[in-house]
């Protein structure tokens, strides 16, 4: 099958006349996946197919040919069931990476692509996964250089290396680059949207880089983007990465970056409120020292050499850094790496902290409030460690953030839950908005915002003038609200060029524009006035854009400089004899990195916005709905109130019937029961049968191979026993004649025995002597029988003595044992040392009985051994049969 399907897609790719079509190729590699799926071996046939489809994509399928990449893609999508991802890892770099730059391929088989690799990222148990070596470890690699290609070989908006090179680059290769960087988000979207945990925990090894982070906060943004989002921010927020997510705010000293990451933060808290409160009220006290630091943030003003000057100073810089704000350590234990100005050579201006207070007011009223009073004293009392070597009143400066949110709580409503509960309470109890969506949290939190709030009246009475708004009447109907400070004497700080206008004026935006006027429902901006113009799109005026300034524009390269100016632009920032860049390139890239900040900051409230726009979209969407329900409520109620009737009558109905179908149905499951325990009685019963014909069957089988062993055994016994015979008759045979030989000399033996019984017959008879043998042989029959008693005495004395001291040295070695015991044990208890009290008298007693004892015995034994001797003596001093009496030595 493999062999015959590989050449069917080659011809398929080779175009040939006899080629199948596409829908008939595709039905035969189905019918291989199911083969595959019913097969005991498939990493065989997958093996040997992948082998033979290389074979034909080297042989057959061509880059440039868009056809060939589609179908092939088509037959690996097929595929998917049974190919491993190992497979796919192994196709990326040669087929998947061109595809996914190639903008012609059609969006279906694009699809195909990114399904598969991201089948290949998540897929981590299959039946491949003890067949392929370090299964595991090359997916994790393949995750891993999927992020590295992401954040090193996609176009990066916030390099400026990137972006001098996208300037020299035709439409064709844009436009692939383009499609290159869309696809590997997509991917990466995708994957995070299923397995998040992993994607946080990749997205968390790459955030250590400082480099990165600017690119990582942007696929963060993305990601928050998606509708899946709500299954994703809940396992973020119990991520590590989170942390790494609110340090980098806290600790990193590029604004947009900061700006990047406080979006994502004002995106995330909503789906925390709704998802995951717990870990939003732990994160409190950190998003509290994020609004802390951003009110507080310092503008940093390049030092741009001028003409004829050499390059800036970083002495110069890191100087004028410590004069303007306040220098505070990290603490080593984070090891953090931190990140200094993302572009160097334009203004950095502070992040908008609006949307942030915002929403973090509208959650949490009565703790900002506790926090903006007392900003030390409030992290203090949730016992947060500073991330700073200094402590809390080093690191803050509170008089600067009372002065810096005054403004932003000038320009807020109050909210009523400031006046039912205080910080402690709000902490407590459950939250107001534990029950609403997302959507109502963040179209409510907005409003709390004056600006905001005056927009949305404006467009609820209908009126298109700032001027024409009613004023707030006795009812308490709202009017144009004046948030202007109470003194206006106070000094007021002016705004960044890119930031919203100025908190004191919300609603005269024309103040910033020179030269709007909004009496005509309608601004004409320039485009030199786009930064402006962003505050005035804020206000929800109409905008039109004219003509630019071409003073301003000529100050910029052109968007396709021809080659030989690209040639002059390229060699002119090679450095002169001097050791400076010209001072052209020097603008141009102030100008460059100017645009790529403002483009980053603008694609980024874009999107904001546009989620923002979406929320508010669902939220108006719910109000609505409610509108309708109210509207239709009264002409529906009167029409159930009539059926309410009707439906009693056929509830009650409805009751009884329950009642019979209940009656039926619990008949019926009685039945169902008796029946079922019946079925169990039997099958229970069959299984028992079942189990002792199996156990006969296995005696029976190990009986027949014992008696096979047992006859086999008794074989060879009986061979062995048969071979014993024969030689045992053999060796009869060979030894007959000495046996006759013994017979005769057992015959000679017998008469020599004879002879000497006579011999010794008349020996006694000669030495008889009848009186004195008599005497002498009844004594000495006497004499041994009491040596023998006295020796049977003191055989048994010593048997016993042996006995006792067996005893003795037991009952010793129990005691020495049971000492040890009581040494290593615990304490007794008052009963346990009773017992053991009484068996040490015991023991005792009977040591003195049996030393007493065997001190009797030891003197009996020493008695008979004395009379031993004494017997011995006599014994030894005794006349023998032959005896020749010595003459005395008087009659000698």
Wanted: proline fraction near 5%; include cysteine; glycine fraction near 4%.
């Amino acid at each position: 099958m493999p062999s015959s399907l590989s050449r069917q897609i080659q011809a398929v790719l080779d175009g040939a006349p006899d080629a199948l079509s596409l829908d008939e190729l595709l039905a035969l590699v189905d019918d291989f996946v199911v083969e595959c799926s019913s097969s005991d071996t498939p990493e065989v046939l997958i093996v040997q197919f992948e082998d033979e489809l290389q074979a034909v994509f080297h042989e057959s399928v061509d880059y440039s040919n868009v056809r060939q990449g589609e179908t092939f893609l088509t037959v690996l999508r097929h595929l998917a069931p049974v190919i491993p991802s190992t497979s796919i890892i192994s196709w990326f770099e040669v087929f998947f990476r061109p595809a996914l730059r190639d903008p012609r391929l059609a969006t279906t088989p694009l699809n195909y692509a990114k399904e598969l690799i991201v089948q290949a990222l998540k897929r981590y148990q299959d039946v491949y996964t003890d067949v392929i070596e370090n299964y595991t470890e090359r997916v994790a690699g393949f995750r891993r250089r999927i992020f590295e290609l992401y954040l090193l070989d996609a176009f990066n908006e916030g390099s400026e290396d990137d972006v001098l090179e996208w300037t020299s680059l035709d439409e064709e290769e844009r436009e692939r680059r383009s499609r290159w960087k869309e696809n590997l988000e997509d991917i990466l979207v995708r994957y995070g949207s299923e397995n998040p945990e992993d994607l946080f925990t990749e997205i968390h090894v790459h955030f250590k880089y400082s480099s990165a982070r600017q690119q990582l906060f942007t696929f963060l943004n993305i990601l928050s983007s998606q509708p899946t989002y709500s299954v994703v921010a809940p396992v973020l927020a119990k991520h590590e990465l989170f942390r790494y997510l609110l340090l980098s705010i806290v600790l990193d000293s590029s604004s947009t970056v900061c700006s990047a990451g406080l979006t994502f933060v004002v995106k995330s808290l909503p789906y925390l409120a709704v998802y995951a409160r717990d870990q939003l009220r732990f994160w409190l006290p950190r998003l509290l020292f994020i609004l802390a630091r951003i009110l507080c943030w310092k503008e940093r003003y390049p030092i741009m050499p001028e003409a004829g000057d050499g390059p800036p100073d970083p002495q110069l810089e890191r100087e004028l850094s410590e004069i303007t704000q306040k220098t505070l350590h990290v603490r080593p234990d984070l090891k953090w790496q931190r990140l200094d100005m993302t572009f160097s050579s334009t203004t950095s201006h502070p992040p908008n902290p609006r949307p942030f207070f915002s929403l973090l007011y509208y959650l949490f009223p009565s703790n900002v409030l506790r926090f903006l009073r007392g900003p030390v004293q409030c992290l203090e009392s949730f016992q947060v460690q500073s991330p700073y070597i200094e402590n809390w009143k080093d690191a803050l400066d509170e008089d600067e953030i009372r002065r810096k949110s005054e403004n932003l709580l000038r320009e807020h409503v109050c909210h009523p839950l400031l006046i039912w509960k205080d910080a402690s309470e709000e902490q407590a109890s459950l939250e107001f908005w534990s029950k609403y969506g997302t959507a109502r949290i963040v179209s409510e939190a907005m409003m709390m915002d004056v600006r905001n709030l005056a927009a949305g009246l404006r467009e609820r009475y209908g009126y298109t003038g700032s001027n024409d708004l009613p004023p707030f009447s006795e009812e308490g109907e709202v009017g144009p609200v004046d948030v202007a400070p109470d003194n206006p004497r106070e000094e007021v700080e002016e705004p960044p060029a890119d930031s919203e206008p100025p908190q004191e004026l919300s609603l005269e935006a024309s103040r910033f524009i020179t030269p709007l006027d909004l009496s005509t429902g309608r601004v004409v901006v320039s485009l030199a006035d786009m930064v402006n113009a962003t505050n005035a799109l804020k206000t929800n005026i109409d905008v039109e854009f004219v003509t630019p300034d071409m003073q301003w524009v000529s100050t910029l390269p052109s968007r396709s400089p021809s080659p030989a100016k690209r040639q002059r632009v390229i060699s002119s920032r090679i450095t002169t004899e001097g050791g400076h860049e010209s001072t052209d390139i020097g603008h141009i890239a102030h100008a460059v990195a100017g645009l790529q900040r403002e483009v980053l900051l603008l694609r980024n409230e874009l999107n904001f916005e546009l989620w923002i726009q979406r929320e508010n979209v669902k939220h108006i969407g719910r109000l609505y709905q409610d509108r309708i329900l109210m509207k239709s409520a009264e002409a529906e109620r009167q029409g159930l109130y009539n059926k309410l009737r009707k439906y009693r009558s056929q509830v009650i109905a409805l009751e009884t019937e329950l009642r019979e179908s209940k009656q039926q149905a619990t008949s019926a499951k009685n039945k169902y029961a008796d029946w079922n325990t019946e079925l169990q009685q039997k099958l229970r019963e069959l299984r028992e049968e079942k189990k002792t014909w199996v156990s006969e069957a296995a005696t029976l089988r190990s009986a027949e191979k014992e008696a096979k062993a047992l006859f086999a055994a008794q074989a060879k016994l009986l061979a062995e026993a048969t071979e014993h015979v024969f030689q045992l008759k053999t060796q009869k045979k060979e030894n007959q004649h000495k046996i006759d030989r013994l017979h005769d000399y057992e015959r000679q033996i017998e008469q020599h025995i004879k002879i000497q019984k006579l011999w010794e017959q008349d020996y006694a008879k000669f030495n008889a002597r009848e009186e004195q043998l008599v005497a002498m042989e009844n004594g000495m029959q006497q004499l041994k029988l009491r040596s023998e008693s006295y020796e049977k005495t003191y055989e048994d004395i010593e048997e016993r003595s042996r006995a006792y001291r067996r005893q003795i040295q037991a009952l010793e070695a129990k005691l020495s044992l049971a000492n040890k015991k009581a040494e290593s044990r615990q304490p007794f208890s008052e009963e346990g040392l009773q017992t053991f009290a009484a068996d040490k008298v015991a023991l005792k007693e009977s040591n003195n009985k049996l030393k007493g004892e065997n001190d009797e015995l030891r003197e009996e034994i020493e008695e008979l051994r004395a009379m031993v001797e004494v017997l011995k003596a006599q014994v030894t001093g005794r006349r023998g049969l032959v005896f020749e009496e010595k003459p005395s030595p008087t009659t000698a």
